[in-house]
């Protein structure tokens, strides 16, 4: 089961940016899925942004236009850019591997002024 660890998040103000990292401890070349999750406090885990191998990507619908989602294989590494960046995006983000079989976890975003 592949190991997943989260870094780059933080406190930042309304309309700023982000860039989390989610590093593998194996190969995500042959990893289907790999997607970021968000959980508010008090709020159900959801996902964010998918990647598919195969290059297709997907967003909920409060994201897209601000957040891209990108794979490095050769550094086995999911990204999550994260623009103009708004409150409502407070949350821990959490890594996942093919749709929650491995989780890391989680690195803490704060949007506020």
């Known amino acids: 089961q592949v190991q997943l660890v989260e870094s780059g998040g933080g406190l930042v103000q309304p309309g700023g940016s982000l860039r989390l990292s989610c590093a593998a401890s194996a190969s995500i070349r042959s990893i289907y899925a790999m997607g970021w999750y968000r959980q508010a406090p008090g709020k159900q885990r959801t996902l964010v942004a998918s990647s598919i191998s195969g290059g297709t990507t997907n967003y909920a619908d409060s994201v897209k236009g601000r957040f891209t989602i990108s794979r490095d294989n050769a550094k086995n590494t999911v990204y999550l850019q994260m623009n103009s960046l708004k409150s409502e995006d407070t949350a821990v983000y959490y890594c996942?591997?093919?749709?929650?079989?491995?989780w890391g976890q989680g690195t803490q975003v704060t949007v506020s002024s």
């Open positions: 996942a591997a093919n749709f929650g079989s491995s």
